[in-house]
Structure formats: structure tokens, C-alpha cells
């Protein structure tokens, strides 16, 4: 049985999640804070087989409930004398999580979900930057079709099944739910500015006893098999002190202007839902 509290991130990619959850791994009550995990879609390909098709009538609510449950208590589950059973918290990582607020609220009714965001204009300009550290555009963020051209490149990230605009059109689909008031929205300009007042905030949001966080000793391990198979390295590199650092856009002034807009979650007349919002 799973022993630990559990929570989730999710939100929009290039925002800060890696270095938040580098952060909040310092605290020794966190049991779990890392890169996206398959939990989430291995929870959506068992609930499908609960609910459809010729085995539907084998499981009630209750069942299904227990083995929902089990998969995030299993794909957590250390080996070893405790036998799964070490406390502490855990915070899955899937960009998903915010189209399925309502299973989370189902299975764990206490949990709260981390969404780290950022303006639009600034993630796109991480994406580029990090392709093209490599010479030979070989990044997997972009389909090879799609990796011609900077403009190519940004309209791959920005279609709605893109590692953008899936993310984009997910959010404000958690934002604007019934269960917002769920969200923790964490801006990326605050955590790197504010990060002692900010994670101070998050670590009594979730409940997580008081700790003196190292912002200038922040590490993060165990993500470079992961960034290799994406054939993009540094993907989840951190720095080691969290600090702003100013920079000029890479993208062309058109490319900028369209990516520019409000920040819909900056403005208290757009959170219907009282998400808690960071920015």
C-alpha cells in the first residue's frame, strides 16, 4: 500500500518544473519530484479497458478505483527492507494531468496539482535554443519533416498536438474547470526572482514540513537517458544557483509578436475557478 501523500505537476514545458521539483527534492519529506512519468497515460489505457468493450462488466467503481490506485503505488515501490513502504511524499510529473483533473480528484480527493508556466514567446525561444545547440537539427522535440526551418520549427511546437500547444490548450482546460481551485500555478519569472518567498509558498501549500532550501546548491540527476532518447541533451539540465538571467530572443520580431498575448492567469477577472496562482 502506498504509505506516502501524493500530488502532481503538470503545465506548460520549458517553465521551470525540472528546476522546482530539483528544489523541493532537497526537503527529506519528498519522497518523489522528477521528470514526466508514464502514470498518468498507463492510468488512461487501464481505465479504458475498465469502461469499454467486453470486460466493462467486470469491474465496478470500487475496483477500478483500487487498481488506479495501484498503479502509481506500484510504479513507485522501492525494493528493499521497507518493502515499498518508505513515507513520503511523491509528485508525478505528466503534461496530461491537467486533462484529467476529475480522476485525480476521484482517486486522490487531497491532492493539489503544480502547473508551472511561463510566457508563451520565452518557451518557444528555449525550444529553439536547445535545437539548435545541435548542428545537425537532430532534436526529437520536432518531427524530421518539420526541422527545415526556424518557422517550420515553430509552427511543429505550436500545432495542437505539438510539445507546446498541447501543453497550451491542456492548461486552460485545467484552468477553467470545476476543479482549478486544485491548480497551483507557479510562473517561471517569480520562481527564478522570488524562489526563497515562492517555494516557501508551495512547501505550505502542500503540506511539506518547513525546510532551508540551497538556492545556490540546486541539483538535478537521472534524466540524461531520458533526454538521449529524445536525441536532445541538456533537456533537463539545471543551473546550479536559481537566478533570472536576461537574454534577447533568438526568434524573428513576426515570430515574437504572434507568441505574444496575455498571460491569462495573471488576471484575477479570468480565474473564475480561485486557482492559486504564483506570478
Not at 149 to 158: F, G, H, I, M, N
Not at 164 to 187: D, M, N, P, T
Amino acid at each position: 500500500m502506498l504509505t506516502s501523500s501524493v500530488h502532481f505537476m503538470s503545465g506548460l514545458p520549458r517553465s521551470g518544473s525540472t528546476l522546482l521539483s530539483a528544489i523541493l527534492q532537497q526537503n527529506p519529506a519528498v519522497r518523489h519530484a522528477g521528470i514526466i512519468t508514464p502514470v498518468a497515460p498507463m492510468m488512461v489505457k487501464l481505465s479504458s479497458l475498465m469502461v469499454e468493450g467486453e470486460y466493462a462488466s467486470e469491474f465496478n467503481d470500487e475496483t477500478r478505483k483500487r487498481l488506479l490506485r495501484g498503479v502509481l503505488s506500484h510504479y513507485y515501490f522501492e525494493k528493499g527492507p521497507d518493502s515499498g513502504r518508505r513515507p513520503g511524499m511523491i509528485i508525478d510529473h505528466n503534461r496530461m494531468w491537467c486533462t484529467r483533473l476529475g480522476l485525480i480528484d476521484h482517486l486522490f480527493p487531497e491532492a493539489r496539482i503544480i502547473c508551472c508556466v511561463r510566457n508563451p514567446v520565452w518557451i518557444i525561444d528555449s525550444f529553439e535554443r536547445i535545437i539548435q545547440k545541435d548542428p545537425v537539427l537532430g532534436s526529437q522535440l520536432v518531427p524530421i519533416e518539420r526541422r527545415g526551418t526556424l518557422y517550420d520549427r515553430v509552427e511543429a511546437l505550436t500545432a495542437p498536438n505539438g510539445s507546446f500547444g498541447y501543453c497550451w490548450r491542456a492548461l486552460q482546460e485545467a484552468f477553467y474547470s470545476a476543479l482549478a481551485h486544485k491548480l497551483i500555478v507557479v510562473e517561471y519569472d517569480r520562481l527564478v526572482t522570488q524562489p526563497e518567498e515562492t517555494v516557501a509558498r508551495i512547501t505550505n501549500l502542500l503540506k511539506l514540513p518547513e525546510w532551508h532550501y540551497d538556492f545556490n546548491a540546486v541539483e538535478f540527476k537521472g534524466a540524461s537517458a531520458f533526454d538521449q532518447a529524445l536525441n536532445t541533451p541538456g533537456l533537463h539540465e539545471v543551473r546550479k544557483k536559481v537566478a533570472y538571467t536576461p537574454r534577447r530572443p533568438v526568434l524573428p520580431p513576426d515570430v515574437v509578436a504572434r507568441l505574444s498575448g496575455e498571460l491569462f492567469w495573471r488576471n484575477p477577472e479570468k480565474n473564475p475557478g480561485r486557482a492559486t496562482v504564483l506570478a
